[in-house]
């Protein structure tokens, strides 16, 4: 029963993984590799370098800018989607008017593909035509160059990103507000207990579980949120919002010759560094009591 998902996995995951592995301890790029030019075969002439790669990497200081903005890019969107999607889920778990409606209408970002959706923002983000600027014109403000800054870039990025996350968030965290007994609120309602308090003894470790779950999970896709990234500004103006994600694809399909071994190693440190996030973070929630 289980041997068709192992295979499944072992050839989506598990191949892809062991030879991104292998390429990473390799020298192999563009002029190296196996490859078919007309009837002509080539074979790969690339060779093992060890952890060469790695130590280069490091040793880089490319590497900790995009850590850093990394960090910087995934702490922002997780944290402002977590506390927009509570705000919203606590105000759509009440009883008004039209609520359907409105869960509907915060969960399209959710529905639309991210591509389509990261287009139309580049067309509201745009500097001479875009919606956004046109507003502002009507109010005397100067327009902004949206994308073609590296501070409003980034805050751009991270404001269509969370855009986008909400609907997740909201979503989790309304099937875990719902999960919660109404008693409990109405017996700290009749002991006098306010909102305020209701929301932090109650609400709040009542969606620990959920909460623990989305914020890592949240936090491993933004790491590597490829499509936001590379489509709104390409990792530009310069190289601003570039992420580890987007320049290990720039190593192995946009620069010549293509780099495939050291784009490789990006891709496993990217993974490493992910692993060591996901192991604390399971051990703090076990701590907390908070076992999954």
Same mark, same amino acid.
């Given at each position: 029963?289980? +041997?068709? &998902?192992?295979?499944? $996995? =072992? /050839?989506?995951?598990?191949?892809?993984?062991?030879?991104?592995?292998?390429?990473?301890?390799?020298?192999?790029?563009? +002029?190296? &590799?196996?490859?078919? $030019? =007309? /009837?002509?075969h080539i074979p790969a002439t690339y060779e093992s370098v060890g952890l060469d790669n790695y130590?280069?990497?490091?040793?880089?200081?490319?590497?900790?800018?995009?850590?850093?903005?990394?960090?910087?890019?995934?702490?922002?969107?997780?944290?402002?989607?977590?506390?927009?999607?509570l705000t919203l889920a606590n105000m759509?778990?009440?009883?008004?008017?039209?609520?359907?409606?409105?869960?509907?209408?915060?969960?399209?970002?959710?529905?639309?593909?991210?591509f389509v959706s990261v287009f139309t923002w580049r067309l509201l983000f745009n500097e001479k035509n875009g919606l956004f600027n046109q507003l502002l014109a009507g109010g005397g403000i100067d327009a902004i160059p949206w994308l073609n800054d590296p501070t409003w870039a980034k805050i751009s990025v991270i404001a269509v990103n969370v855009w986008?996350?909400?609907?997740?968030?909201?979503?989790?965290?309304?099937?875990?507000?719902?999960?919660?007994?109404?008693?409990?609120?109405?017996?700290?309602e009749m002991d006098g207990a306010s909102p305020?308090?209701?929301?932090?003894?109650i609400t709040l470790p009542g969606l620990r579980s959920v909460s623990s779950t989305v914020v890592l999970l949240s936090s491993i896709w933004t790491f590597n949120m490829f499509p936001v990234i590379f489509l709104l500004t390409r990792g530009g103006p310069g190289d601003s919002?570039?992420?580890?994600v987007t320049y290990a694809y720039r190593l192995s399909f946009v620069v010549s010759p293509r780099d495939f071994a050291s784009s490789a190693a990006w891709g496993v440190l990217i993974l490493a560094l992910l692993s060591v996030f996901a192991i604390v973070y399971?051990?703090?929630?076990?701590?907390?009591?908070?076992v999954w």
């Open positions: 029963m289980v +041997a068709p &998902v192992v295979v499944v $996995i =072992g /050839v989506i995951i598990g191949y892809p993984l062991v030879r991104g592995m292998y390429l990473s301890t390799t020298n192999a790029d563009e +002029a190296n &590799v196996e490859r078919t $030019i =007309g /009837v002509n130590t280069a990497i490091l040793e880089d200081g490319v590497f900790w800018d995009r850590l850093s903005w990394t960090l910087i890019w995934t702490v922002s969107c997780v944290a402002l989607s977590f506390a927009i999607g759509l778990n009440r009883k008004l008017a039209g609520r359907s409606l409105y869960r509907t209408a915060l969960i399209l970002p959710w529905a639309v593909p991210a986008l996350g909400v609907p997740f968030m909201l979503v989790a965290m309304l099937g875990g507000l719902q999960s919660i007994p109404s008693e409990l609120y109405e017996a700290a305020w308090q209701r929301f932090r003894n919002t570039e992420i580890l399971r051990r703090a929630l076990r701590k907390q009591g908070e």
